[in-house]
């Protein structure tokens, strides 16, 4: 079994900045790709950002390109570094965990975290 936990969350204006981060345990951290996924008020589940088991892929939603970036450490954390922040943002960020074929582009999770809020105002 793998736990997420994510952390970071909040308010902040547009053009601003967050770091979240996604706390892994339970398995072998470097096994599993990570995924951040967002889901704002009403509207379906969004990839935002994936990177592989060894940290040497990534790849990003369109919405989020050039403005956030996904990094991980050797350890046991995620992290998702949001600039140039827009209203459009806001939504619920979920990190999610996978070895299955697509985990890389936003399909195929097996582990998903409780979520963090992240509210970004006008």
């Known amino acids: 079994q793998v736990q997420l936990v994510e952390y970071g969350g909040g308010l902040v204006q547009a053009g601003g900045s967050l770091r979240l981060s996604c706390v892994v345990s339970g398995r072998t951290f470097s096994a599993y790709t990570v995924g951040w996924i967002r889901q704002a008020p009403g509207k379906e589940r969004k990839f935002v950002a994936g990177i592989s088991s060894s940290g040497g892929s990534t790849s990003y939603g369109d919405s989020v390109k050039g403005r956030f970036t996904i990094s991980r450490d050797n350890q046991n954390t995620v992290y998702l570094q949001m600039n140039s922040l827009k209203p459009e943002d806001t939504a619920v960020y979920y990190c999610?965990?996978?070895?299955?074929?697509?985990?890389?582009?936003?399909?195929?999770?097996?582990?998903w975290g409780q979520g963090t809020q992240v509210t970004v105002s006008s």
């Open positions: 999610a965990a996978g070895r299955r074929d697509g985990t890389l582009y936003g399909v195929g999770y097996e582990y």
